[in-house]
């Protein structure tokens, strides 16, 4: 068994941090249940990993100390890259509002479509990753969101680049200088070429609600009191379907509140790009920890054919537990901050320093989870990080947590569901390829 502590201290300084990425990367278990027992905060030459539940919990409470600042050059016009702003909680707020929850029922439905069509015209065989895993949650882009009349492929490309780019060309990533470069620009090209599509998507769109609303205010006008008041009530409109940008646009915000047409354009971006990539993963790897374990596989199939289908999303947020997209998130410290004060193990970060918040461990915590090593479906939903935690939670949070397992589920129940390899990351940190086949 390695000795992490000891190999990382004997190194020389220059190396420590490739040494823990390395750790990372193959062997995340092990390796933090070593610092959570034996230094529960890191301190390398790059960043300081925080791997304990309190200490995470601390520090994702602090938005303004330990920021998002990382994010700021890749979209500093969207909501994320925002700290405790009135721009964050206006945008994010008024986006919870229009991803009504009440609609998730309808969105497990529409998923559940989506999945059975694509699985029914693969004729037992599919590349699982461009042909299901990103195609499902692009569908449910276009059909739920609304960024309709482009190309899903583009959509997904648009996705994955800024993916890639915000979340995994960092300063801890283990990049040559040309890959980081390459990644910076598919990330611009990408970029411009979304927001066309997203200036088209709201002249087009636009008409489109002003069109109807026209049509009702005449309506309205021609059958009088009645009609006029269903209309001011809410009546769902028969001319348009309902999507998000559509609902968008069909709301009106006086100036005061800020959120005029570009906003409404840059949210809509922010839909697609937080969708896919995220959704892919999760859906890839959660099915190969099934796959990977035979006894496992049993069980979740038999949960699978049931109607209810919370005992099998357990299973699949477990899988998850094991198997994240990714096992931190990342802040970089405002002025200098003091975690986990007054204990042995208080640290404090320069100001300007990379805090790596290692959630995945703090799902390990024995402070989280009664026997936490075991495989366990149903555990206290509040000590789960699959999509973040505090101000920056993932907004979401509430579609992913139906499509993701509603997805591994709609594959599950395939008799004979087999994979051909392990899933391909060529050599990145996002799947890229995954090859399965059922009888
Ligand atoms: C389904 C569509 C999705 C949308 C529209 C979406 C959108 C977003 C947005 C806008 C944020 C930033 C929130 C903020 O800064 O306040 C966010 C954060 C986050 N999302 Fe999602 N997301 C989606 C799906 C997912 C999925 C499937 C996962 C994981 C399996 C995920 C994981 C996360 C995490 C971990 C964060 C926190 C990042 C941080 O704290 O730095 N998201 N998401």
């Known amino acids: 068994m390695t000795d992490y502590l000891a190999e990382l201290d004997a190194a020389a300084e220059a190396d420590k941090f490739a040494l823990v990425r390395r750790w990372i990367d ?45 994010y700021d050059p890749k979209m500093s016009e969207f909501l994320m890259s925002h700290d405790g702003d009135a721009f964050h909680t206006r945008e994010k707020s008024i986006m919870q509002g229009f991803l009504n929850r009440d609609d998730l029922d309808d969105v497990r439905r529409m998923v559940r479509n989506i999945a059975a069509d694509l699985i029914a015209r693969a004729n037992g065989q599919l590349e699982a990753i461009n042909g ?30 800024n993916q890639a780019d915000t979340f995994y060309n960092q300063p801890f990533d283990d990049h040559s200088d040309e890959e980081r470069q390459h990644i910076i620009d598919e990330h611009a090209r990408t970029s411009g070429a979304l927001g066309k599509y997203i200036v088209e998507l709201m002249a087009r769109r636009l008409l489109a609600v002003k069109a109807e609303q026209a049509r009702n205010l005449l309506f309205a006008a021609w059958y009088g009191m009645l009609k006029l008041i269903r209309l001011l009530t809410g009546r769902k409109n028969d001319t348009l379907s309902d999507d998000i940008v559509t609902r968008m646009l069909r709301s009106h915000f006086a100036d ?26 999760a859906v890839a790897q959660s099915l190969q920890y099934l796959l990977d374990r035979p006894e496992l596989m049993a069980q979740a199939r038999a949960a699978a054919a049931r109607d209810d289908v919370s005992e099998f999303d357990a299973i699949v947020f477990e899988t998850l537990r094991f198997v994240p997209i990714s096992p931190y998130l990342f802040r970089e ?9 007054g204990t042995d193990r208080e640290t404090t970060v320069p100001a300007g320093g990379y805090v790596l918040i290692v959630t995945q461990s703090a799902m390990f915590d024995p402070r989280a989870f009664d026997k936490p090593d075991e495989f366990n479906p ?16 993932c907004l979401g949070r509430y579609v992913g947590a139906v499509m993701i397992p509603e997805m591994v589920r709609q594959l599950v129940l395939q008799t004979g569901l087999k994979a051909d390899g392990g899933i391909d990351y060529e050599g990145g940190h996002l799947p890229q390829k995954y090859a399965l086949s059922w009888s």
């Open 333 to 341: 410290t405002s002025q200098a901050a003091t975690i986990a004060r």
């Open 256 to 281: 005061a509140v800020d959120f005029d047409l570009k906003r409404v354009g840059v949210n809509a971006g922010g839909l697609l790009i937080g969708a896919i990539e995220t959704t892919s993963q």
């Open 26 to 70: 193959a062997e995340p278990l092990p390796f933090f249940k070593a610092l959570r027992a034996q230094r529960p905060i890191l301190v390398t030459p790059t960043a300081t990993l925080v791997t304990r539940l309190d200490d995470c919990i601390e520090v994702l409470n602090q938005p303004k100390v330990f920021t998002v600042k990382l």
């Open 132 to 161: 299901y895993t990103r195609r499902v949650p692009a569908t449910l882009v276009r059909d739920y969101f609304g960024l309709t009349g482009e190309d899903l492929d583009n959509l997904i490309e648009w996705s994955y680049w």
């Open 378 to 393: 149903g555990r206290n939903w509040y000590h789960q990080f699959h999509f973040g935690y505090g101000a920056h939670e």
